[in-house]
């Protein structure tokens, strides 16, 4: 086991010698954890194939997954791609730095490895000084998929970072949780239309206004498995954060939905089994059950997705036997949260009404 270094820095103005730390760390081919707006990262340099296996070792990531690339300037991105197309110009214009990463044909710099075999390569620049000031210092493109053991919720505080790689990896860079709480959204621009491969941080609504003509892979809101052969990202096939409590979604309608889930939760209990509801602030009182938490009022979905993964992680801790969630609307950020919900719950919806 090797010793992790936890190094605290302020998020708006990151200590440069903790920095110079972890960046040497990143050019020498270890692996350093650090936040972004969304979720923390492992981070390795990604032209070094050597340091990208040993950061699918230490997540036990499944290598035909790829990770996202970071880069902390605009300039950084034409010598890992074979072409900017104008779509891709437009989107870093209006979205960078910032919760979004766009898919491009990659050039011959890049590693197999990083690109997982593929010939696309997935890239961000984040909204976040601790990530740009290391991405700078270690002067080159850092591969960084979410931090967490593979089939975990995303980390978002070093906390949690810590919950799954401690021992595992050299160092991670703790700036407090993060803002957004969802990972970023992940555009397929390589090919025409533009695609949503993974809903994100960026709203769909806000990226129809800036495209014009851009459409929702079939994954992204799927409400049953669906067959491999239309996956177009890696990482759609895998078995996604499923936690050892049984969870099961309730959709619908409000009133309809606060009867169904008192109905599910008290014949649980009936059979004795330790029942814990996702509820929101409208809702958690008129529940009844071994554990309810909020996700944050309906009215608020930007804190319910800050707060997705962190209840995830300490309901699931609690040893429940079942979870049920309420469903919330589909619109702006409540997209990538039912995206995640429905993975987690294995696909168990319940349609009330
Ligand atoms: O917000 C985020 O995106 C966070 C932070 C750390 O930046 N990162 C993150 O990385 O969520 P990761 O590796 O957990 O998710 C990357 C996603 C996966 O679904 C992967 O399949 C997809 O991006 N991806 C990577 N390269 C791809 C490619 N060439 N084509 C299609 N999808 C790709
Ligand atoms: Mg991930």
Not at 58 to 73: E, F, Q, S, T
Not at 79 to 84: G, I, M, T
Not at 289 to 309: D, E, K, P, T, W
Not at 343 to 349: E, H, L, Q, V
Request: charged fraction near 20%.
């Amino acid at each position: 086991m090797k010793q992790t270094l936890l190094l605290k820095v302020n998020a708006e103005s990151p200590d440069p010698t903790k920095i110079k730390t972890a960046a040497k760390i990143i050019k020498n081919g270890g692996l350093v954890a650090f936040p972004t707006e969304t979720v923390y990262g492992l981070g390795a340099d990604a032209l070094n194939a050597a340091a990208v296996l040993a950061l699918f070792e230490a997540k036990k990531r499944p290598l035909d997954n790829p990770p996202i690339v970071h880069v902390a300037d605009l300039k950084e991105v034409p010598s890992l791609v074979q072409e900017v197309p104008k779509k891709a110009e437009l989107l870093m214009k209006e979205f960078w730095p910032g919760p979004l990463t766009l898919i491009f044909k990659h050039s011959n710099i890049v590693p197999n490895i990083t690109v997982a075999g593929l010939d696309t390569i997935a890239i961000r620049m984040p909204n976040h000084r601790v990530a740009l000031a290391l991405i700078k210092a270690s002067g080159c493109p850092i591969a960084a998929p979410s931090a967490n053991l593979a089939g975990k919720p995303s980390p978002t505080t070093a906390q949690h970072v810590f919950e799954d790689l401690n021992g595992r990896i050299d160092a991670v860079l703790d700036s407090g949780a993060t803002n957004i709480g969802v990972e970023s959204t992940v555009v397929d621009i390589s090919a025409e239309p533009p695609m949503v491969l993974r809903p994100g941080g960026t709203t769909f609504e806000a990226l129809k206004k800036v495209l014009g003509g851009v459409e929702l892979h079939p994954f992204v809101k799927a409400e049953e498995e669906l067959p491999l052969e239309k996956t177009r990202s890696p990482g759609m096939k895998h078995k996604h954060y499923a936690p050892k409590a049984e969870v099961i979604l309730v959709e619908g309608n409000i009133p309809a939905v606060i009867v169904k889930v008192r109905e599910l939760a008290k014949s649980y209990r009936l059979k004795g089994a330790k029942v814990g509801i996702l509820a929101t602030d409208e809702t958690q009182n008129v529940y009844e059950a071994n554990v309810v938490s909020s996700l944050g009022s309906r009215f608020n979905l930007a804190i319910v997705a800050q707060n997705l993964f962190r209840l995830l992680r300490e309901v699931d801790a609690q040893n429940v036997d079942i979870i049920i969630a309420e469903g919330i609307p589909l619109e702006g950020l409540g997209l990538a949260v039912m995206n995640r919900l429905r993975k987690a719950s294995g696909y168990c919806i319940i349609k009330a009404q």
